[in-house]
């Protein structure tokens, strides 16, 4: 089945020391997203990769990065994890050029800062 | 930017009663509206979806009701059971390209036995 996999599923990192989290996906959809989900909230996104082009949000913290090697593959890199950042890191991917932006979501990883 | 206002943010209904989930969108440029439904410790899952130029679409248990007029869009489900306990995410998106989405708080929905 075509679909969007996330490893880990769960990462713990301690206070400053970077991590990468990664996302691969078998749509060969052209768009792939990385969102932030803390505790009992909505997603929220951080940026996203139209074909090569990366689109930052506005107050998306430039202690994130991305990377995306190829169509099937995404990274997140958080350069140094405060306690801020422990949450649910969510990919997504949609295809441009429809009229509708139809996004498919991956299981998440959650993250734990010590 | 949209914001998306969604209520209420917990419901609790009999196992067998209708739930329904409310949202209203500020950008009037949004065209596409999911809903989501996320278990504990897993992804968003697409529950079903209405575009702009659709008032209202079914698929089983679940409907979906769009008011492009009011800037409003409505989750129902009918004959709940206990395996529709879930938080429930409506979002709002422009479509086309390749914008995000705009997700609304969540609505935890409890089925009692």
């Known amino acids: 089945d075509a679909m969007v996999i996330q490893n880990p599923r769960y990462q713990v990192t301690q206070f400053g020391k970077p991590v990468t989290l990664s996302c691969s996906q078998t749509?060969?959809?052209?768009?792939m997203y990385w969102y932030q989900q803390k505790s009992s909230q909505a997603p929220k996104l951080l940026f996203h990769?139209?074909?090569?082009?990366?689109?930052n949000e506005a107050d998306t913290p430039d202690n994130f990065q991305s990377r995306r090697p190829n169509t099937s593959f995404c990274f997140l890199d958080i350069r140094s994890p405060g306690l801020g950042d422990a949450a649910m890191y969510l990919c997504?991917?949609?295809?441009?050029?429809?009229?509708?932006?139809?996004?498919?979501f991956g299981p998440g990883t959650r993250l734990t800062v010590l | 930017g949209e914001n998306v206002e969604q209520h209420p943010s917990t419901l609790s209904v009999q196992e067998g009663d209708s739930a329904v989930i409310k949202c209203t969108y500020s950008?009037?440029?949004?065209?596409?509206f999911p809903w989501y439904k996320q278990e504990l410790g897993k992804g968003p899952q697409l529950i079903i979806d209405?575009?702009?130029?659709?008032g209202e679409k079914k698929d089983q248990r679940i409907a979906v009701t769009l008011n492009k007029t009011a800037k409003h869009f409505s989750l129902h489900i009918t004959e709940t059971q206990p395996e529709d306990s879930a938080v429930y995410f409506c979002?709002?998106?422009?479509?086309?390209?390749?914008?995000?989405?705009?997700f609304g708080k969540g609505t935890h929905l409890i089925i009692q036995p």
């Open positions: 997504a991917t949609s295809r441009s050029g429809t009229v509708y932006n139809e996004q498919f």
């Open positions: 749509l060969n959809h052209n768009v």
């Open positions: 990769y139209y074909d090569k082009d990366f689109n």
């Open positions: 950008d009037s440029a949004s065209n596409y």
């Open positions: 209405i575009r702009s130029n659709v």
């Open positions: 979002a709002a998106s422009r479509g086309g390209g390749a914008d995000g989405l705009t």
